[in-house]
Structures are given as C-alpha cells and as structure tokens.
C-alpha cells in the first residue's frame, strides 16, 4: 500500500456530471500534484500545490479544478468533461525545499467519461 | 529543448536473467535523475535518485548509474524476478526554477517463467 491515499479507485461519469477526486497523505509533506496519465503513456502534470498554494497550473483546461483545504488534503474537482478526459490521474506529494526528494505516488483513480 | 528518451521501449526476458535499461537525457541545467517502476494499475514507485555527483546507486537488485557527462543512465535489474514485470520510468529534473519533471516514455518489461 501506498502512503498517498486516493479516492475513489474507480469513476465512471457521464459529461453532464460534477464529481471529485481525493487525496490523502500523511507523510508532512508540503507540495502536492495532481498528474494525468493515459494509457502506455508518462504521467503528465497537471498541476502543483506548495504549502497549500497553487503554484503550478499546466495550462489545464477549467473543466478540471483543483483544491487544497489544508497541507494533508487535495482535491481534483470535475465538471462538463470530455471522453477523452478518460484516463489515470496521480496524486503525488513530496517534500519541499529538498530538490532531491522522491515523489510519493497514489495508486490513481481511473477516471472513464462516458 | 528538454527530453527523456528511453530505449528499449519493450523488453522480454526469462526469470533470473539479467536486464539493462537505457535512458538519454538533454535536459539542462541538470539536478537529479530518477527510475520509477509502475506497475499496471498502480502508482509509480521511486527506485533511486541521483544527482550528478553519484555515478551509481542501489535498490537491492537495482542499479541505477548516471554518466553526467554523457547525459546517460541505466538500470540494471540482476536475477529477474515474475514481479519485476512492469513499465520502469527514467525521470529528469531541471534546476530551473520553475521547470516540471521531465518524464521519458517508459520502458516495458516482461518477465517469463
């Protein structure tokens, strides 16, 4: 088991729905990510949150909305989604201030847009 | 421009041989270099991390080495095992401000009984 926690594992919506992705770490860390990754494809970033803060935005469509109520909690809200938003999207986290820190991955929660 | 490039992108081999991967980096100015494996379904997993004053580094049977000079890495995986079948990532990071990790494609290893 990973120590970044995601939810749900699994999420089918269709275009017209609001739905949200969570993730959960424990570990004190102060940076957060948000990535997509299709299938046979690297993990591409979506966005990033360091101490609580947006400050990473990889031009991402506003379909797609972050949130981070506080330094343990991040959220990943949807809204008016296309099929080809259908993917794997990461949670990761990592220490700040420390260049050489590993990325702490989740286990994703996949992601079909009917 | 920054890039990853990772060779092979698919591997076979049999349980208990040996295995190189092989990752090209052009990005610039250079911090570290990560190996990630992911299994199917799953999250990436760190692997190591260095950082251009480490020319190897070991995770039980992982080694990663890192020519700075060159701009290469590999991995060597020694004495495969079924659960090393997985798709193992080489990732670069920029020390400008600023710049994501830069990911390679990946490379698929399948290891058979």
């Known amino acids: 088991d990973t120590e970044v926690t995601q939810t749900p594992k699994h999420l089918v919506m269709g275009m017209t729905n609001k739905k949200s992705l969570k993730c959960e770490q424990h570990?004190?860390?102060?940076?957060m990510y948000w990535y997509k990754q299709k299938a046979k494809k690297p993990p591409e970033l979506m966005f990033v949150y360091s101490y609580e803060k947006l400050s990473i935005n990889e031009s991402v469509p506003s379909r797609f909305s972050p949130e981070c109520p506080n330094s343990s909690l991040l959220n990943l809200h949807l809204h008016a989604l296309q099929p080809e938003d259908s993917a794997l999207y990461l949670c990761?986290?990592?220490?700040?201030?420390?260049?050489?820190?590993?990325?702490?991955f989740g286990n994703g929660t996949r992601l079909t847009v009917t | 421009k920054n890039q990853v490039e990772q060779s092979p992108q698919s591997l076979i081999i049999l349980e208990g041989k040996n295995c190189t991967l092989q990752c090209n980096y052009t990005v610039s100015p250079f911090s570290n270099l990560r190996w990630y494996k992911q299994d199917t379904g799953r999250g990436p997993v760190s692997l190591t991390i260095m950082t251009f004053s480490e020319n190897t580094k070991s995770n039980g049977r992982y080694t990663a080495t890192l020519d700075a000079d060159t701009k290469q890495s590999s991995l060597h995986i020694t004495a495969s095992q079924l659960s090393d079948s997985a798709s193992y990532i080489c990732v670069v990071s920029s020390m400008k401000a600023g710049t994501a990790l830069i990911f390679g494609k990946g490379t698929t290893l399948s290891v058979s009984s």
């Open positions: 990761a986290s990592s220490q700040l201030g420390q260049g050489n820190s590993p990325l702490h």
């Open positions: 570990m004190g860390h102060r940076a």
